[in-house]
Nanobody
Framework: QVQLVASGGGLVQAGDSLKLSCLVS????????VAWFRQAPGKERDFIAA????????YYPDSAKGRFTISRDTGKNTVYLQMNSLKPEDTALYYC????????????????WGQGTQVTVSS
């Protein structure tokens, strides 16, 4: 059973950077994909980025290009989300999620979810 543990959130000021981590356990494969999502109170969940565990290929929607970078360290079983130039509107609960379908596009159905880590950006 795949388990994901997200960490690294916190309270930062606008313009700061923050790096989130997602520790993966329970097994991976060549078709394993991990993504980051976020959800602010009263808003829909947003897809931020996805990465192929095996190839390192990434996908970002236009809304996330430029300030967010997803990466992985297979030796540490960890996927990261580097966030730069943070804005108050980036305040949300950030989740990592995963699936074994092979696609890095947001149309995939994510079966495994972490517990989320809170990011709060003050102005």
């Amino acid at each position: 059973q795949v388990q994901l543990v997200a960490s690294g959130g916190g309270l930062v000021q606008a313009g700061d950077s923050l790096k989130l981590s997602c520790l993966v356990s329970g097994g991976t494969s060549s078709r394993f994909v991990v993504a980051w999502f976020r959800q602010a109170p009263g808003k829909e969940r947003d897809f931020i980025a996805a990465i192929s565990w095996s190839s390192g290929s990434t996908y970002y929607p236009d809304s996330a290009k430029g300030r967010f970078t997803i990466s992985r360290d297979t030796g540490k079983n960890t996927v990261y989300l580097q966030m730069n130039s943070l804005k108050p509107e980036d305040t949300a609960l950030y989740y990592c999620a995963a699936h074994f379908s092979g696609t890095i596009y947001p149309t995939a159905s994510y079966r495994y979810w972490g517990q989320g880590t809170q990011v709060t950006v003050s102005s």
